[in-house]
């Protein structure tokens, strides 16, 4: 079926350091993503999204690239701070309002 | 602006009996409700999309008389998990989709709901 799945479960950055998160999906019509963000216990928050009509998109200290080529969504976050710590996930919004959502990954932030 | 609150918090009970989860939009009017479920190390599981006034839709292997949902009015949607066994024992996400949001079809998400199972 189709899915949405990350490569790399979990990754160590030390401070200051930029993260880059990947996701590939694997259902080419797929034309909205959204990246959330989930600390221990709670529920996921909202990062950033980006439309299949668009290669890249910035927020603050976030960058969002899409490969349509390639099927590859990835997540850069500058600077990363211990903040940063928690489990980064990529999701696909289907044309019914549907979120499908990656395995997840672990980003633990090192001193 | 967009909160989404859920009650209880956590939850423990014995097998055998039933729990309510609450989902509640504070602030805005909710047409479509998504319950989720989340399993320790691993990622969110959508069971079923509930929709204001309707019988809610169970995406397939979510048994829909074990995990039964009301959504009874645009700010609350309920999810009981009838006859609760150790193995329903998770990590229960509710979110909310508000039309009139910047972005299309973006869901709010509550802070989840702990439910233990003895």
């Known amino acids: 079926g189709e899915s949405v799945g990350l490569h790399l479960p979990t990754l160590s950055v030390q401070e200051g350091d930029n993260s880059i998160i990947n996701c590939a999906y694997s259902n080419s019509a797929s034309d909205y993503f959204i990246w959330y963000k989930q600390e221990s216990g709670k529920g996921p928050q909202f990062i950033i999204d980006i439309r299949s009509n668009m290669d890249k998109r910035q927020g603050q200290r976030v960058t969002v690239l899409l490969n349509k080529t390639v099927k590859h969504l990835s997540l850069q976050i500058a600077a990363t701070q211990p903040g940063d710590s928690a489990v980064y996930f990529c999701a696909e919004n289907d044309s019914w309002g549907k979120l499908q959502f990656g395995a997840g990954t672990q980003v633990v932030v090192t001193p | 602006g967009a909160v989404v609150s859920q009650h209880p918090s956590w939850v423990i009970c014995k097998s055998g009996t039933s729990v309510k989860i609450e989902c509640r939009s504070l602030d805005f009017q909710a047409t479509t409700m998504f319950w989720y479920r989340q399993f320790p190390k691993q990622s969110l599981m959508l069971m079923a999309t509930s929709n204001e006034g309707s019988k809610a839709t169970y995406e397939q292997g979510v048994e829909k008389d074990k995990f039964l949902i009301n959504h009874a009015s645009l700010t609350l949607s309920t999810l009981t998990v009838t006859s609760a066994h150790p193995e329903d024992s998770s990590f229960y996400i509710c979110?909310?989709?508000?039309?009139?949001?910047?972005?299309?079809?973006?869901?709010?998400f509550g802070p989840g709901t702990r439910l233990t199972v003895l």
């Open positions: 979110s909310a989709v508000t039309w009139a949001g910047t972005r299309d079809n973006e869901q709010f």
